[in-house]
């Protein structure tokens, strides 16, 4: 079981910049970063996949060039520097986990993000 602690959420202005931090209970290959907005379908944000020395990770178009996710895997955690924001950013922000990026199958409890502008 693994278990996955989300934080760093809040409110900004749009152009704002907010960090948030996914604290694991054990490493996992597979992280990413999710949101669900009310009214919309989950979407992942970043996705990061270690192996080896390498850390792969892919973005939603949506927050290319905005968003950047890194990993810790030596404290088991995993990061998303989010900054110009925008009000469409306004969502709750999930962290999951797992061993491959198919099976993603632990998720922490959510922290809200919200963007005024």
């Known amino acids: 079981q693994v278990q996955l602690v989300e934080s760093g959420g809040g409110s900004v202005q749009a152009g704002g910049s907010l960090r948030l931090s996914c604290a694991a209970s054990?490493?996992?290959?597979?992280m990413g970063w999710f949101r669900q907005a009310p009214g919309k379908e989950r979407e992942a944000v970043a996705t990061?996949?270690?192996?080896?020395?390498?850390?792969?990770?892919a973005y939603a178009d949506s927050v290319k060039g905005r968003f950047t996710c890194s990993r810790d895997n030596a404290k088991n955690t995993m990061y998303l520097q989010m900054s110009t924001l925008k009000p469409e950013d306004t969502a709750m922000y999930y962290c999951?986990?797992?061993?491959?990026?198919?099976?993603?199958?632990?998720w922490g409890q959510g922290t809200q993000v919200t963007v005024s502008s």
């Open positions: 990061s996949h270690h192996v080896g020395r390498t850390t792969y990770i």
């Open positions: 999951a986990a797992g061993p491959n990026l198919a099976t993603m199958n632990y």
């Open positions: 054990v490493y996992t290959s597979s």
